[in-house]
Protein backbone atom coordinates (compact mmCIF):
# COMPACT_ATOMS: atom_id res chain seq x y z
CA UNK A 1 0.00 0.00 0.00
CA UNK A 2 3.26 2.17 0.42
CA UNK A 3 3.47 2.35 -3.17
CA UNK A 4 0.13 4.29 -3.91
CA UNK A 5 1.38 7.15 -1.48
CA UNK A 6 2.77 10.13 -3.08
CA UNK A 7 5.82 10.88 -1.83
CA UNK A 8 5.67 14.29 -3.27
CA UNK A 9 3.63 14.87 -0.38
CA UNK A 10 6.59 14.61 2.23
CA UNK A 11 8.74 18.16 1.08
CA UNK A 12 4.75 19.45 1.59
CA UNK A 13 4.07 18.45 4.36
CA UNK A 14 7.65 19.46 5.53
CA UNK A 15 6.30 22.80 3.96
CA UNK A 16 3.47 22.96 5.94
CA UNK A 17 5.15 22.09 9.37
CA UNK A 18 7.37 25.11 9.05
CA UNK A 19 4.91 27.19 8.26
CA UNK A 20 2.69 26.12 11.23
CA UNK A 21 5.85 27.19 13.41
CA UNK A 22 5.60 30.55 11.93
CA UNK A 23 3.56 33.43 14.40
CA UNK A 24 0.59 33.71 12.58
CA UNK A 25 0.24 30.33 11.11
CA UNK A 26 -0.71 29.77 7.52
CA UNK A 27 -2.10 33.72 7.77
CA UNK A 28 1.88 34.67 8.44
CA UNK A 29 3.11 36.42 5.80
CA UNK A 30 6.81 36.23 7.12
CA UNK A 31 7.04 32.58 4.93
CA UNK A 32 9.02 34.03 2.33
CA UNK A 33 11.82 35.74 4.92
CA UNK A 34 11.54 32.06 7.03
CA UNK A 35 12.09 30.20 3.74
CA UNK A 36 14.98 32.26 2.28
CA UNK A 37 17.04 32.83 4.99
CA UNK A 38 20.35 30.80 4.81
CA UNK A 39 21.04 27.75 7.37
CA UNK A 40 24.34 27.65 6.77
CA UNK A 41 27.06 28.49 3.92
CA UNK A 42 29.64 26.29 1.67
CA UNK A 43 32.77 27.72 0.82
CA UNK A 44 33.08 27.31 -2.83
CA UNK A 45 36.39 26.45 -4.61
CA UNK A 46 36.46 29.80 -6.48
CA UNK A 47 36.14 31.72 -3.23
CA UNK A 48 33.03 32.77 -2.88
CA UNK A 49 29.70 31.61 -0.52
CA UNK A 50 27.39 29.47 -1.35
CA UNK A 51 24.67 30.04 1.05
CA UNK A 52 22.21 27.44 1.78
CA UNK A 53 17.96 28.45 2.70
CA UNK A 54 15.41 26.27 3.79
CA UNK A 55 13.98 26.88 0.42
CA UNK A 56 16.66 25.29 -1.85
CA UNK A 57 16.42 22.31 0.47
CA UNK A 58 13.28 21.64 0.09
CA UNK A 59 13.20 22.57 -3.81
CA UNK A 60 16.48 19.47 -4.19
CA UNK A 61 14.55 17.35 -2.16
CA UNK A 62 11.29 17.84 -4.25
CA UNK A 63 12.93 17.79 -7.52
CA UNK A 64 14.67 13.77 -6.30
CA UNK A 65 11.29 12.96 -5.10
CA UNK A 66 9.93 14.37 -8.40
CA UNK A 67 12.40 12.05 -10.16
CA UNK A 68 11.36 8.92 -8.21
CA UNK A 69 7.86 9.44 -8.48
CA UNK A 70 7.77 9.86 -12.22
CA UNK A 71 9.94 6.23 -12.87
CA UNK A 72 7.19 5.06 -10.13
CA UNK A 73 4.54 6.11 -12.76
CA UNK A 74 6.22 4.27 -15.37
CA UNK A 75 4.31 0.60 -13.67
CA UNK A 76 1.14 -0.44 -15.15
CA UNK A 77 0.24 -1.85 -12.07
CA UNK A 78 -3.32 -1.35 -10.67
CA UNK A 79 -2.07 0.77 -7.83
CA UNK A 80 -0.68 3.22 -9.93
CA UNK A 81 -3.49 4.26 -10.31
CA UNK A 82 -4.73 5.02 -6.73
CA UNK A 83 -1.48 6.81 -6.50
CA UNK A 84 -2.36 9.07 -9.58
CA UNK A 85 -6.15 9.69 -7.86
CA UNK A 86 -3.70 10.20 -4.30
CA UNK A 87 -1.60 12.72 -6.31
CA UNK A 88 -4.54 14.89 -7.60
CA UNK A 89 -5.80 15.08 -4.39
CA UNK A 90 -2.24 16.23 -3.03
CA UNK A 91 -2.18 18.88 -5.84
CA UNK A 92 -5.93 20.10 -5.18
CA UNK A 93 -4.78 20.81 -1.70
CA UNK A 94 -1.72 22.97 -2.39
CA UNK A 95 -3.64 24.60 -5.41
CA UNK A 96 -5.86 25.66 -2.67
CA UNK A 97 -3.16 26.24 -0.40
CA UNK A 98 -1.55 28.39 -2.67
CA UNK A 99 -4.40 30.18 -3.43
CA UNK A 100 -5.79 31.05 0.07
CA UNK A 101 -3.07 30.71 2.91
CA UNK A 102 -0.26 33.87 2.79
CA UNK A 103 2.39 31.37 4.54
CA UNK A 104 1.65 29.52 1.20
CA UNK A 105 2.38 32.16 -1.22
CA UNK A 106 5.34 31.58 -2.00
CA UNK A 107 7.74 30.99 -5.30
CA UNK A 108 9.10 28.06 -3.15
CA UNK A 109 5.76 26.45 -2.59
CA UNK A 110 4.33 27.66 -6.34
CA UNK A 111 7.23 25.52 -7.73
CA UNK A 112 6.56 22.38 -5.72
CA UNK A 113 2.93 22.95 -6.56
CA UNK A 114 4.19 22.60 -9.94
CA UNK A 115 5.93 19.42 -9.04
CA UNK A 116 2.72 17.82 -7.93
CA UNK A 117 1.00 18.72 -11.33
CA UNK A 118 4.00 17.41 -13.30
CA UNK A 119 3.40 14.06 -11.41
CA UNK A 120 -0.37 13.91 -12.00
CA UNK A 121 -0.18 14.93 -16.17
CA UNK A 122 2.86 12.37 -16.20
CA UNK A 123 1.34 9.59 -14.02
CA UNK A 124 -1.81 9.85 -16.62
CA UNK A 125 -0.18 10.44 -19.49
CA UNK A 126 2.16 7.41 -19.04
CA UNK A 127 -0.95 5.25 -17.85
CA UNK A 128 -3.00 6.16 -21.08
CA UNK A 129 0.07 5.41 -23.72
CA UNK A 130 0.03 1.93 -21.94
CA UNK A 131 -3.08 1.24 -21.52
CA UNK A 132 -3.53 2.17 -26.03
CA UNK A 133 -0.09 0.16 -26.18
CA UNK A 134 -1.71 -3.30 -24.83
CA UNK A 135 -5.09 -2.12 -26.88
CA UNK A 136 -2.91 -2.23 -29.85
CA UNK A 137 -1.26 -5.60 -28.77
CA UNK A 138 -4.65 -7.35 -27.89
CA UNK A 139 -6.01 -5.91 -31.33
CA UNK A 140 -3.22 -7.06 -33.37
CA UNK A 141 -3.15 -10.63 -32.00
CA UNK A 142 -6.49 -11.10 -32.30
CA UNK A 143 -6.05 -10.19 -36.13
Do not use: Q
Amino acid sequence: MFAAFPLLALPVLVYNLVALTLAGGFASTEATTRFGEPLFTIAMTSGSPWPISLSDLLLALALIVLFIELLKSTTSRRIAIINHSLSMILFIVCLVEFLLAPAFATSTFFLMTLMVLLDVLAGFIVTIIAARRDIDLASSADA
